[in-house]
């Protein structure tokens, strides 16, 4: 009987082999990850820090030009968002500004800088067509606008006017 | 006791021929060669949906990873031209992050059999399966099979000194992710979707 055991364990060893070593060859088979990095929905924040102020005084010839990049009268805003986020920005490269007191339209062609600190100087253009562009690591983006306006053929009056910057993360 | 040995080992041999017998009757091509599948990730292995859509917002509207699409899931799967393979695939319901959960609305996937030099060329050539089916079957090299129009002629079934043609086909994994609860968590969510290969019996 000690001589049978091991002769019955090799016949179904040798029985079941082939077949076990079929069914491991059977199918072939791996995994791929499927994943998404969720962020909170915090959205955006736009602040606006200082007001554009176009003085007829300054005007050369009728023109006013204010520039984004250097002038302290451009219009200042500030983005708060998801950090390192990229986002990006429209706005419409021009506007006409009714007279609120009378008659008659100024036409504002828009100039925007932006960067991602305080620094208006260092500042970049952004043009009017789809620009993406990436907040900060302190989650702010800075936007500076100015623009040129012409005077020659407006009517005394006072012109208060919107400037609509759209922002979507991509 | 050496009689009762004798007739165990004589029962035992007969079991194995009859075995043998019966097996040898019977040729199923799905146990033939399977081994030389072999699948490979072309793009780390991942259905990415920040790569169609970087930021993914709690909240936010479904993110649809097209077949077109940056993030798709590219497999290639080698194997013999001259038998059919069996694709299923096997994919979670959700995305998961710890206790939260985003659905995996839609898996979908594709296949390219027509010998693409690369996988861009093979996107553009390939056949989506519909939405709901986890399963397809498909040669391997559809320009090889349909040459003539006729069926091809019944698979080599291997012997020694004989060695099979393969040849390579694509597979894109794809779908749709959410609608993201406006409650999820921030941070990275994953699932495993597994997919398996096999010769069509």
């Known amino acids: ?170 | 006791m050496k009689q009762t040995t004798r007739h165990i080992i004589l029962l035992l041999t007969f079991s194995l021929l009859l075995a043998v017998t019966v097996a040898a009757q019977r040729i199923s091509f799905g146990l033939y060669a399977a081994d030389d599948i072999v699948l490979t990730q072309l793009n780390s292995g991942e259905l990415n949906f920040n790569l169609k859509q970087a930021v993914i917002l709690a909240g936010g509207d479904p993110v649809n990873v097209n077949l077109l699409d940056d993030g798709v899931g590219i497999l290639t799967v080698k194997g013999r031209t001259d038998m059919d393979i069996t694709v299923t695939i096997d994919a979670p319901a959700t995305l998961d992050l710890g206790s939260n959960h985003i659905l995996l609305t839609k898996v979908k996937f594709a296949y390219s059999n027509t010998k693409a030099s690369s996988d861009d060329a093979a996107k553009l050539t390939a056949i989506e399966i519909p939405d709901g089916f986890t399963s397809a079957t498909f040669p391997i090299d559809r320009t090889i099979r349909h040459i003539a129009g006729l069926p091809a002629p019944p698979p080599t079934p291997n012997h020694v000194g004989y060695t099979a043609l393969t040849g390579i086909a694509y597979l894109f994994v794809y779908g749709t992710l959410g609608k993201v609860p406006s409650g999820a968590a921030a941070g990275l969510y994953t699932g495993t979707i597994n997919i398996r290969v096999e010769y069509a019996k």
Do not use: C, H
């Open chain 1, 1 to 170: 009987m000690n001589v049978l055991k091991p002769i019955q364990y090799l016949f179904f060893i040798l029985l079941a082999f082939p077949f076990l070593t079929m069914m491991a060859q059977n199918k072939t088979s791996v995994s791929i990850t499927a994943q998404a990095t969720v962020i909170d929905n915090s959205g955006i924040e736009l602040v606006t820090i200082k007001n554009m102020d176009i003085d007829v005084g300054m005007a050369i010839d009728g023109k006013i030009y204010v520039s984004a990049k250097r002038d302290a009268s451009a219009a200042m805003m500030m983005l708060k968002g998801k950090a390192n986020a990229k986002f990006r920005v429209t706005f419409p490269p021009m506007v006409k500004i009714a007279n609120s007191t009378g008659t008659g339209t100024l036409t504002l062609y828009y100039e925007m800088y932006g960067y991602q600190s305080d620094n208006q100087g260092a500042s970049e253009p952004i043009d009017a067509v789809e620009r993406n562009l990436q907040i900060s690591s302190d989650s702010k983006y800075y936007f500076w606008v100015g623009g040129r306006v012409d005077t020659n053929n407006a009517r005394p009056g006072n012109y208060n006017g919107e400037f609509t910057l759209q922002i979507e993360y991509i």
